[in-house]
């Protein structure tokens, strides 16, 4: 099976390093767009929701992007000639009513097009959209069954059997659209790791990631955490690992989380790849600054995003912004931004010495 997950996929956009080298500012090639902060469930571990996480304080759960200034964005998107899109929270992206026309329109333009969702509303006309023209929609859960889905996001008993119902009718398509699952480990779900990969696995989804819940901005603090469980979730990896065939792959980052909290480089090299626009029309550094005075590049309620994007103003904020000072919590992006570094510290007469 070809592979979906890596953090050399940077290592095809040569461009970009020669932009970050004179610091230049070019278009992203993935986009990210929360289209509203609303959402249907309550997370017990959303970084957008509870106090603890870094990310997310400043976030209104009120705010949507209003139609037409989506369709703005994805005028800008596709004449930048930005290669992806992915739509995700704050809210719930699938409850946002416009969507299917932007899926439509962005697959129609050649730009890729995917989603991070709850899979509540993986139905009807976005559900339809999808298959046509996604590339991937990734379903994240923490939960087993009925009893603790309802539990872990404090909605209605049925919501899982729901949910299962939706990934089986939308697997059955056929689509070329990659369905994936994001399971979230905590103390709770430690030991269904494997019976959740089984139940996943015989839906039809292409593969089920495992990630370990951030439970806090500090490193510590998170290990002491998912300490507790580790010698369990290990063996139901292991267990799940065994499902893995020609169709079906266990994607684990569940050890990842030790690695991502401490800095040391002055820049974010990874700022030119990906960016975020929020549902406040505000512009943010990553995922795991959205909504965040600290990770915020520019509003663009009163300016298009092309126009923001190639500002002196956004330059100037992107090559100033200091990962060492002021990313001192989780980076899902820290070893791409590892890599992307050591690239451009090489000393170009030596660098031809591979
Ligand atoms: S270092 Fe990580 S957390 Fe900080 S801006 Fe870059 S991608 Fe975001």
Redesign the pocket.
Known sequence: MARLYSNLKFLRYAGHIEALRHREVVAPVHVRIKPMNHCNHSCWYCAYRVDNLQLGDGIDLKDQIPAAKMHEIVDDVIAMGVQAVTFSGGGEPLLYKPLPQMVERLGRAGVRVASLTNGSNLRGAVAEAFAQWGTWIRVSTDAWDDESFARSRGIALGQFTRLLDNIRAFTARGSKCVLGVSFIIGHDNAEHVYEVCRLMKDAGVDHVKLSGAVVANDRDANNDYHRRVAATVTEQIRLAQGLSDDKFTIVNHYHELEELFD?TYTT?P??LFLTVIGADCSVY??Q??AYTAS?LLGSIRDRSFREFWFSEENRRRIFS?D?SR??L??????GK?LAINEVLALDPDHACFV
């Open positions: 800095k974010c990874f700022l550094a990553c795991d600054k990770g912004l990962p002021a990313c919590h989780h980076c899902i992006s820290h931004n």
